[in-house]
Structures are given as C-alpha cells and as structure tokens.
C-alpha cells in the first residue's frame, strides 16, 4: 500500500513545525517484515525515518501502547532502541514515526548449544508492570 498522500503532508506539517524549518518527505518506501502493519522507510531532508501505519478505527491505541514499550525499553539503556518522533492520527490512519535503524549485516540464527543466551541479549520473565504485550526476542545490541 502507498503511503496516502493525506498522510505525508500532515508528517511533513508536524516535522516543520517541531524543526522550525521546512522538513520535506522525498520518498516513501515499503518496508517489509510485518504481519500487522504498513511500514515504511521515510527520505526526509532530516535523513531517513521509520513509520508505521494502521487503521485508526481497528487498531486505535495501537502505537500508543508500543512507544511506550520502546520507551522503557530505552530506559534499560542496553539494547539500541530506536529514537521516538510522533505518534498520532490523520484521517482514518494512525502511525508511530521513529528513527530509522537500518538492519544489522549480521543476526545470530540459532542459540547457542548450551542453551543459553547470545551476550547482549535480553530474556524477561515476566513483563514489567503495566506492560500488556509479550516481547519474544531481543538481541540488538547497541
């Protein structure tokens, strides 16, 4: 799906306005990965961005409840987690604009066989307070 017009100005109305300067979108393009949303790699003339998008009507506090996953995952100070930008509505879509991480050359592609975890990993648990998802693997290291 393309990113709807709509859409694009309302992100380059609010990165102009949080800039102070005119910040323009030169092109989106799909990012691929995901089962739930639309993504998108942004080319800004503030360099590249991360947006996700999704129906406002089916998925309405959505990108509410992951920014604040991404924030307290930041918070651990561990594990290299993408900057937040906004998070908003435009119309019937609502979306979450973070920086952009480009994919690491190199992911590990099995455990190691003691069973054990890959150093710079993290394993929860239990989720912390107020957390109502579950993260099933995180091993981006910084």
């Known amino acids: 799906m393309?990113?709807?017009?709509?859409?694009?100005?309302?992100?380059?109305?609010?990165?102009?306005?949080?800039q102070g300067h005119p910040v323009t979108i030169r092109a989106a393009h799909p990012v691929h990965g995901g089962s739930v949303n639309d993504a998108f790699r942004l080319d800004t003339d503030l360099g590249p961005l991360f947006l996700k998008t999704n129906s406002a009507d089916q998925f309405p506090s959505l990108f509410n409840s992951e920014a604040h996953g991404l924030h307290l995952l930041r918070q651990a100070g561990d594990l290299r987690v993408p900057?937040?930008?906004?998070?908003?509505?435009?119309?019937?879509?609502?979306?979450l604009l973070l920086e952009y991480v480009p994919r690491p050359k190199r992911m590990p592609v099995s455990r190691p066989a003691s069973g054990g975890s890959w150093p710079g990993c993290?394993?929860?648990?239990?989720?912390?307070?107020?957390?109502t998802g579950t993260i099933m693997s995180v091993c981006y290291r910084k």
């Open 122 to 131: 993290i394993a929860i648990r239990r989720p912390p307070s107020g957390w």
């Open 2 to 18: 393309p990113l709807p017009e709509s859409l694009g100005l309302h992100l380059e109305t609010l990165l102009t306005d949080r």
């Open 83 to 95: 900057a937040f930008i906004a998070q908003g509505e435009c119309d019937d879509t609502t979306f």
